[in-house]
């Protein structure tokens, strides 16, 4: 096993972007320690002091250096601990696992957030985009059962959170978006990747994801009026 | 079997020119293919079906898209010469920190100091010199932001600078005077070949941000 060193990972356990750093982590069996952080009102000081650019979670903290940035730290995590590689070997397969996981971010991410955060027929609209988003995203899989091929790679481990935050949305605004009849391959690969054990046991609990989800959504719509 | 790389670009674009210089700075030889934006063309609509977007590097005919994710790829393909990352973990962690953050905060600050007026187009102001105080915080003593050579972080950012005149003509503002480090660090890029060579014309810039605002009937 390479060298662990001190490891030290900030999160909250509501994030996605910190559990996909937890997977990376597990996957490599990297021990670490695990702070929780008091979101969204109470940062620490730590999490300022290591994150002063955003204030986000996650932060990796390695040797007492810190890296922020979920995707900086997947790719710091693959090139650091060498067992388990989670990026390909070919530079075009590399190129296209990180498209792929920048695409989940930039454009299923926000769109299904504009599901979230809107009503009546904005809303509509906002489901018929985030389809569109996750249909895309469905077409990076080529018919595979993981974007790794037979087994999961970066772009798995950096997208898998779509699959359960689409449900998540699903079950709190009673929209549907990700459907096995119109995507039956995006359908069969979120609930294979969340069905690996490795993925599974760190999974929070769904009932406490949904409480604290429709929480973030009722403080929302106050802060609008 | 010699390579065949095109770079489907479009000349004022910062993005565009992140790939020019990292392919200049290796000695690649490629086929530059300038797009009309307003009328795409087929090439560019099949290589990048998803975006639709400039740039695409276009290796044997395999398309790569995202002018960071090109960046790697050039970095991993042709990695005898220059290499753009360095080899340390930690500090290829930093340089991508950094040029994420330049993407998510640069960009869309640049467009609202160039489109937008009155209060929006003066916060912009005041949020472009905290971010380029930020990164000369970043850049510290070094001559670049790669150490003692041209690195990651630097291609990633010096093509900004074209459009500096740009901004500083419709914010009616001195980018230079506010971040002398950061002007004298744009300076030392361009005494670069594959740098200069690579970079457009400030005032070109501008000439075309006018005709944008004429597009866009922004006054």
Same mark, same amino acid.
């Given at each position: 096993?390479?060298d662990?060193?001190?490891?030290?990972?900030?999160g909250?356990?509501?994030?996605?972007?910190?559990?996909?750093?937890?997977w990376?982590?597990?996957l490599?069996?990297?021990?670490?320690?695990?702070?929780?952080?008091?979101?969204?009102?109470?940062?620490?000081?730590l999490?300022?002091?290591?994150?002063?650019?955003?204030?986000?979670v996650?932060?990796l903290?390695h040797?007492?250096?810190?890296?922020?940035?979920?995707l900086?730290?997947?790719?710091?995590?693959?090139?650091?601990?060498?067992?388990?590689?989670l990026l390909?070997?070919?530079p075009?397969?590399?190129?296209?696992?990180?498209?792929?996981?920048?695409?989940?971010d930039e454009k299923?991410?926000p769109?299904?957030?504009?599901?979230?955060?809107?009503?009546?027929?904005?809303?509509?609209?906002?489901?018929?985009?985030?389809?569109?988003?996750?249909?895309?995203l469905?077409?990076g899989?080529?018919g595979?059962l993981?974007?790794g091929?037979?087994?999961?790679?970066?772009?798995?481990v950096a997208?898998?959170?779509?699959?359960?935050?689409?449900?998540?949305?699903?079950?709190?605004?009673?929209?549907?978006l990700i459907?096995?009849e119109s995507?039956p391959?995006?359908?069969?690969?979120?609930?294979?990747f969340?069905?690996?054990?490795?993925?599974?046991e760190?999974?929070?609990?769904?009932?406490?994801l949904?409480?604290?989800?429709?929480?973030?959504?009722?403080?929302?719509?106050?802060?609008?009026? | 079997?010699? @390579?065949?790389?095109?770079?489907?670009?479009?000349w004022p674009?910062?993005?565009?020119?992140?790939?020019?210089i990292a392919?200049a700075?290796?000695g #690649?030889?490629?086929?530059y293919?300038?797009?009309?934006?307003?009328?795409k063309?087929?090439?560019l609509?099949k290589?990048?079906p998803? $975006?639709?977007?400039?740039?695409?590097?276009? $290796?044997?005919?395999?398309p790569?898209?995202e002018?960071?994710?090109?960046?790697?790829?050039i @970095?991993?393909?042709?990695? @005898?010469?220059?290499?753009?990352?360095?080899?340390?973990?930690?500090q290829?962690?930093q340089?991508?920190f950094?040029?994420d953050?330049?993407d998510? =905060?640069?960009?869309e600050?640049?467009?609202?100091?160039?489109s937008t007026?009155?209060?929006?187009?003066?916060?912009?102001?005041?949020?472009m010199i905290?971010?380029?105080?930020?990164?000369?915080?970043?850049?510290?003593?070094?001559p670049?932001f790669?150490?003692?050579?041209?690195?990651?972080?630097?291609?990633?950012? #010096?093509?900004?600078s074209?459009?500096?005149?740009?901004?500083?003509?419709?914010?009616?503002?001195?980018l230079?005077?506010?971040?002398?480090?950061?002007?004298?660090?744009?300076?030392?890029?361009?005494?670069i070949?594959?740098v200069? =060579?690579?970079?457009? @014309?400030? $005032?070109k810039?501008?000439?075309?941000?006018?005709q944008?605002?004429?597009?866009f009937?922004?006054?």
């Amino acid at each position: 096993m390479a060298d662990g060193g001190e490891v030290k990972l900030l999160g909250f356990w509501g994030s996605p972007y910190a559990l996909r750093v937890i997977w990376a982590l597990k996957l490599k069996q990297v021990p670490y320690d695990y702070l929780e952080e008091d979101l969204p009102n109470n940062k620490s000081s730590l999490l300022l002091q290591y994150n002063p650019v955003h204030k986000k979670v996650p932060v990796l903290v390695h040797h007492g250096k810190p890296i922020a940035e979920s995707l900086v730290i997947l790719e710091y995590i693959d090139e650091t601990w060498k067992q388990s590689p989670l990026l390909p070997q070919d530079p075009s397969e590399r190129a296209r696992a990180r498209f792929w996981a920048k695409f989940a971010d930039e454009k299923c991410m926000p769109a299904m957030k504009a599901v979230f955060c809107s009503e009546g027929e904005e809303q509509q609209k906002a489901v018929l985009e985030a389809r569109e988003t996750l249909k895309t995203l469905e077409s990076g899989l080529e018919g595979k059962l993981f974007f790794g091929g037979e087994t999961i790679n970066f772009a798995d481990v950096a997208t898998g959170y779509i699959g359960f935050w689409a449900r998540i949305v699903e079950e709190i605004t009673g929209t549907s978006l990700i459907d096995a009849e119109s995507m039956p391959s995006l359908d069969a690969w979120s609930k294979r990747f969340l069905e690996l054990p490795i993925i599974k046991e760190c999974m929070p609990p769904w009932d406490k994801l949904i409480e604290l989800n429709s929480g973030f959504l009722k403080m929302y719509l106050a802060s609008l009026k | 079997m010699a @390579d065949e790389v095109i770079l489907l670009d479009f000349w004022p674009s910062m993005f565009g020119m992140r790939c020019r210089i990292a392919l200049a700075a290796k000695g #690649v030889k490629y086929e530059y293919k300038d797009e009309d934006l307003r009328n795409k063309s087929e090439l560019l609509l099949k290589m990048n079906p998803i $975006h639709k977007k400039i740039p695409v590097l276009v $290796h044997n005919g395999k398309p790569v898209c995202e002018s960071l994710v090109i960046l790697q790829y050039i @970095d991993e393909t042709w990695s @005898d010469k220059c290499p753009l990352l360095p080899s340390d973990p930690y500090q290829r962690a930093q340089a991508r920190f950094w040029v994420d953050y330049v993407d998510k =905060k640069f960009y869309e600050l640049g467009r609202k100091v160039w489109s937008t007026k009155g209060e929006e187009q003066e916060t912009a102001k005041k949020e472009m010199i905290e971010s380029l105080k930020l990164l000369e915080g970043e850049l510290g003593d070094k001559p670049f932001f790669g150490g003692e050579k041209l690195g990651f972080l630097d291609v990633a950012i #010096v093509p900004f600078s074209t459009w500096f005149y740009a901004y500083e003509m419709c914010g009616n503002f001195s980018l230079e005077a506010e971040c002398p480090k950061f002007m004298a660090w744009t300076k030392r890029c361009m005494e670069i070949e594959s740098v200069s =060579k690579s970079l457009v @014309d400030p $005032h070109k810039v501008y000439g075309f941000v006018l005709q944008l605002k004429k597009a866009f009937g922004i006054e």
